[in-house]
C-alpha cells in the first residue's frame, strides 16, 4: 500500500510572508492535492528572539486569501497537533537526550564571550571558525569533559547547548526530486546546535523531529534550505528514522526581474510592486508594507501567476482554473534555476483573470469603490459600465479611475484635441451635432451613431475631427470605449450639458 501524501509549509512568524514563502505553501498544497493528500500548516516559532506580533496571522490570512486550505494546522487542529511548535516544547528535549546517549551529539558548555573569541582569532588568520570535529576537540564540551565534569556542570544548573556530532570524512547523498542526488561532504558541515541553552531545539531539531511525528511525507521548501538537509539526514539516521525519512523538493528562488540575485523588498520598493501579498505594517516601525491584494490582485490571478514561478505544465496553455493546477502539477516539472520576477506578467495574468470574473461579483466590488467615494447608481449603470471598461483594465479600480468622468466633471480636457480640433469654423458642426442628439426621441448607441456619422459625412469631415472632439466634450479624455456606448451609458442630460459646459472650455483654451 503506498502512503497517503503528507505535504506540510512550515513558515516561522518571524515578519510578513515574501512571496517566495506562499509559493511554496501552493506548491506543497498543490502536490498533496493532486495525490489526494493532506496539506498541513505548522508555525516554527521556537526562535523567540525573532518572533514577531501578528506574523503568523498574516501567514494564516494569506493562505485564506490565496484558497490555500489547510487540512491540519494551529486553527483547525488535527491528529498530530499540536501544529504550533512553541506548544511542543517538551516533545524535543526526550530527543536530544537520545541522540547524547547514543553518541551522536554532546554538551557544549562555551560560553558566547568563548565562541566570540574563537571567531575573532580564526578572523585573525583568514578564516572562518566552525565548531566541527577539528575545533571541538579543544573546546569546553562533554568530549573533552570527564563523565564526572559534564555531570557536576549540568546540575550545578550551567548554561550549555547541544551539539550534533556530525561524522568525520563521509559523504551525506540523498535524493532531491528537483535536483536530483545532491552530495555534502560531511567536512564541510559543522557541528549544528541542536537545542539551546534556553530549553529550546533549534529549527534542525524541531524541523526533524516534527515531520518524523506528522508523518511528512513531503518537503517542499525554498533552497536556502538546500545547505541544511545534509544535517537533518544525520537526524533520520542517528534516531534512527532512515525509513521514514521523507522526500525532499527545494524549489528555485525568485529572481529580481533583472535575473541576478533574490527577489527582495527594496527591489519592491525601487520598482514600484509588491512582494508581499497583503498589506503589512510592521509593529515596530509602523512601516507600510505593500501587498498584492491591496494592489488590486484577484486571488486566482497571484496564485495562476505564482504556480508559474518556478513550474511550467509543459504546453502553451498559461490560464489554469484551480482544478486544473492541482490536475496538470508535477513536482518533476519544477525547475532547477531561478525564475525572474515579472510584474508586467503578473498584471497581465490579472487582467485575464478580470476579463473573465463573474459580472455579479464585479458588480459587488465596483459598487464598494464607489460607495467609498460617496457615490451611488443602479445596478443596469454599473454593470454597463463595467461591460464598457473591463477590457482594458488591468485592476478593478482602474475601471473607475479610466472612466471617473461618468461619476464627475471631467478635471481637465486633452489641451493636444482642442487645439488641434477646436475652431470657429468647426463649431457649428458641434452645435449641430448638441441639436441632433438632443431631439433624439430613443437614446441608443446605435442611434447615435447615426447622428454623429451623418454629420460626418454631411460636412465630409474624417472620423479623428468629429469622434475626437466629441469625446473630449463629454470625458475630457482622448481616448476610452466605444464612443457611442459610452455616449448612450452617459444619458442624454449629462451628454448634452456637458457639451454646452465644453463649448465654453474650448473657447477658453483656444483664446
Ligand atoms: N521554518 C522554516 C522556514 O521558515 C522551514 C523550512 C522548511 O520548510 O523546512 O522557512
Redesign the pocket.
Known amino acids: 500500500m503506498t502512503k497517503t501524501v503528507r505535504s506540510?509549509?512550515?513558515?516561522?512568524p518571524?515578519g510578513p510572508l515574501h512571496i517566495g514563502?506562499v509559493r511554496?505553501a501552493l506548491y506543497a498544497y498543490l502536490y498533496a492535492k493532486k495525490m489526494g493528500g493532506d496539506f498541513i500548516l505548522r508555525i516554527?516559532d521556537t526562535d523567540q528572539a525573532r518572533y514577531v506580533e501578528g506574523a503568523e496571522q498574516y501567514i494564516i490570512d494569506t493562505l485564506q486569501w490565496c484558497g490555500l486550505t489547510i487540512d491540519e494546522g494551529p486553527e483547525c487542529g488535527g491528529k498530530f497537533g499540536p501544529y504550533r511548535q512553541s506548544e511542543r516544547k517538551d516533545i524535543y528535549h526526550q530527543y536530544a537526550l537520545q541522540l547524547v546517549e547514543s553518541g551522536n551529539a554532546y554538551y557544549a558548555f562555551d560560553t558566547p564571550e568563548e565562541l566570540d573569541e574563537c571567531r575573532t582569532q580564526a578572523e585573525q588568520n583568514g578564516q572562518a571558525f566552525k565548531y566541527n570535529y577539528e575545533t571541538r576537540q579543544t573546546l569546553s564540551n562533554s568530549l573533552n569533559l570527564s563523565e564526572e565534569a559534564t555531570k557536576a556542570k549540568l546540575e550545578a544548573g550551567e548554561a550549555y547547548v547541544i551539539r550534533l556530532k556530525v561524522p568525520r570524512d563521509e559523504e551525506v547523498k540523498f535524493k532531491d526530486i528537483v535536483r536530483d542526488w545532491v552530495t555534502f561532504k560531511s567536512d564541510q558541515l559543522d557541528d549544528k546546535v541542536i537545542f539551546k541553552a534556553d530549553g529550546m531545539p533549534t529549527?534542525h531539531l524541531a524541523?526533524v523531529v516534527d515531520d518524523y511525528l506528522m508523518k511528512i511525507t513531503h518537503?517542499i521548501?525554498?533552497e536556502e534550505?538546500l545547505p541544511?538537509t545534509p544535517t537533518h539526514v544525520y537526524l533520520y539516521k542517528f534516531l534512527g528514522w532512515e525509513d521514514s525519512m521523507p522526500e525532499f523538493a527545494h524549489l528555485p528562488l525568485i529572481l529580481k526581474p533583472e535575473g541576478k540575485g533574490k527577489l527582495s523588498k527594496r527591489d519592491g520598493d525601487r520598482l514600484g510592486f509588491p512582494v508581499f501579498p497583503l498589506d503589512w505594517v510592521d509593529p515596530d516601525t509602523q512601516e507600510v508594507s505593500n501587498g498584492f491584494r491591496e494592489r488590486g490582485f484577484l486571488p486566482d490571478a497571484f496564485v495562476n501567476m505564482l504556480a508559474f514561478l518556478g513550474w511550467n505544465p509543459g504546453t502553451e496553455q498559461e490560464i489554469f482554473s484551480r482544478e486544473e493546477l492541482i490536475e496538470a502539477f508535477s513536482l518533476e516539472r519544477i525547475h532547477k534555476a531561478g525564475a525572474k520576477f515579472d510584474f508586467e506578467k503578473a498584471k497581465w495574468f490579472n487582467q485575464q483573470y478580470l476579463k473573465e470574473a463573474p459580472n455579479e461579483f464585479l458588480l459587488t466590488e465596483v459598487k464598494n469603490i464607489l460607495l467609498e467615494k460617496g457615490i451611488t447608481r443602479s445596478d443596469a449603470f454599473i454593470l454597463s459600465f463595467i461591460n464598457l471598461f473591463k477590457e482594458r483594465a488591468v485592476f478593478i479600480k482602474d475601471m473607475i479611475e479610466q472612466g471617473y468622468y461618468l461619476f464627475e466633471s471631467p478635471k481637465e480636457y486633452n489641451a493636444k484635441v482642442v487645439k488641434k480640433k477646436w475652431n470657429s469654423e468647426r463649431k457649428p458642426v458641434f452645435f449641430e451635432i448638441a441639436d441632433q442628439l438632443s431631439a433624439l426621441s430613443t437614446w441608443t448607441a446605435e442611434q447615435i451613431e447615426v447622428v454623429l456619422k451623418g454629420i460626418m459625412e454631411k460636412y465630409a469631415l474624417g472620423f479623428g475631427d468629429v469622434f475626437q472632439p466629441f469625446r473630449v466634450l463629454i470625458s475630457g479624455e482622448a481616448g476610452g470605449p466605444s464612443i457611442f456606448e459610452l455616449t448612450e451609458l452617459m444619458g442624454k442630460e449629462m451628454v448634452i450639458e456637458r457639451m454646452k459646459a465644453g463649448f465654453e472650455i474650448f473657447d477658453r483654451m483656444t483664446e
Open positions: 506540510r509549509f512550515a513558515p516561522s518571524t514563502g511554496t516554527e529549527y524541523n518537503v521548501r525554498g534550505w541544511s
